[in-house]
């Protein structure tokens, strides 16, 4: 079992629908990541989460909206899609948030499909 | 500017060929680190080595290894005798002091095929 676990794996989901992505990570790691990765562009960071408190969001649209209610879970709940936000969504986790030099430990992802 | 890049898109070789995945960085911080990340067909993402910028010490393990070096801002992997298990895409990543906060930047990644 990886020690960072994304459900679902994959999601279909028209532009006016509401759902979430879940993460729980089981490492007792304190920072907790939302990453998206799109074909032939860079990992793009979108959201970083430091003792549940968010520390960076990188001008991601409103549409994603991220949730930290403890230390092991994160959410990304996704509203008014549109067909560019289909992607692989990853998560990650590592042990603080104070530098970079903490290893990640990412998920599987959700492989998101906006119709 | 693009801070990591991985000029190899995809590379294809065959089983137990050796194969080295480019990286250069761009940085104007004199410390930082570098990493590379695995990530196979199932998604995620795991991490195979962290260096930082006062260690240019090439690092082997197994069929794995490593060579940085600073004066060409290059941190190259390579693979011994590759096998079919370590198709996968390679991720090269750079942590820096950006705006007064770390940031890690990936590279776009070197898809790498082992046929058998």
């Known amino acids: 079992e990886t020690g960072v676990t994304q459900t679902p794996r994959h999601l279909v989901m028209g532009m006016t629908n509401k759902k979430s992505l879940k993460c729980e990570q089981h490492?007792?790691?304190?920072?907790m990541y939302w990453y998206k990765q799109s074909a032939k562009k860079p990992l793009e960071l979108m959201f970083v989460?430091?003792?549940?408190?968010?520390?960076e969001n990188n001008s991601v649209p409103s549409r994603f909206s991220p949730e930290c209610p403890n230390s092991s879970h994160l959410f990304l709940h996704l509203h008014t899609l549109q067909p560019e936000d289909s992607a692989l969504y990853l998560c990650?986790?590592?042990?603080?948030?104070?530098?970079?030099?903490?290893?990640?430990?990412f998920g599987n992802g959700t492989r998101l499909t906006v119709t | 500017a693009q801070k990591v890049t991985q000029a190899q898109t995809e590379i294809s070789v065959v089983e137990k060929e050796d194969v080295t995945l480019d990286c250069v960085y761009e940085?104007?911080?004199?410390?930082?680190?570098l990493f590379w990340y695995k990530q196979p067909p199932s998604g995620e993402l795991v991490f195979l080595i962290r260096?930082?910028?006062?260690?240019?010490q090439n690092e082997i393990s197994g069929r794995y290894s490593w060579n940085f070096q600073k004066s060409t801002s290059s941190f190259n992997f390579t693979i011994t005798a590759s096998q079919v298990v370590d198709s996968a895409v390679y991720f090269c990543?750079?942590?820096?002091?950006?705006?007064?906060?770390?940031?890690?930047?990936f590279g776009k990644g070197t898809k790498l095929t082992v046929n058998p």
């Open positions: 490492l007792g790691h304190n920072a």
């Open positions: 990543a750079l942590s820096e002091v950006q705006g007064g906060s770390e940031k890690l930047v």
């Open positions: 940085t104007r911080d004199t410390t930082y680190y």
């Open positions: 989460y430091s003792l549940e408190e968010r520390v």
């Open positions: 260096r930082n910028s006062f260690d240019e």
């Open positions: 990650a986790s590592s042990q603080d948030q104070q530098g970079y030099n903490s290893p990640l430990h």
